[in-house]
């Protein structure tokens, strides 16, 4: 067996739960983690609040609701949406 040099029992002694952060970590973090951690928490505050003050589907209807919709009518949205872009695309032609 080899003897541990001097920095692999430097990092032996460290915390073992020691954690940071380093430069592009936390980059990466401020530009995906914060804008997905704010939509997370304003579709759960949404879905609270129409559920707690019981606010009628037609008035606000819940980001559960609207998903399952969307969900339902998916490929009524894509029949849609490739008609849209054909015509976009045979207007760009002829233009």
């Not at 592009?24 to 530009?31: A, F, G, K, N, V």
């Not at 008609?83 to 032609?93: D, L, N």
């Amino acid at each position: 067996m080899r003897p541990l040099s001097r920095a692999t029992r430097a990092r032996d002694d460290e915390a073992p739960l020691s954690f940071e952060l380093n430069d592009t970590m936390r980059e990466r973090l401020r530009t995906i983690g914060l804008p997905v951690g704010t939509a997370v928490a304003v579709l759960g505050l949404w879905e609270a609040g129409v559920k707690v003050f019981g606010v009628a589907p037609i008035i606000l209807p819940s980001p559960s609701s609207i998903g399952v919709t969307i969900v339902r009518i998916f490929p009524i949205l894509m029949t849609n949406a490739v008609q849209t872009a054909w015509e976009g695309v045979k207007r760009t032609v002829v233009s």
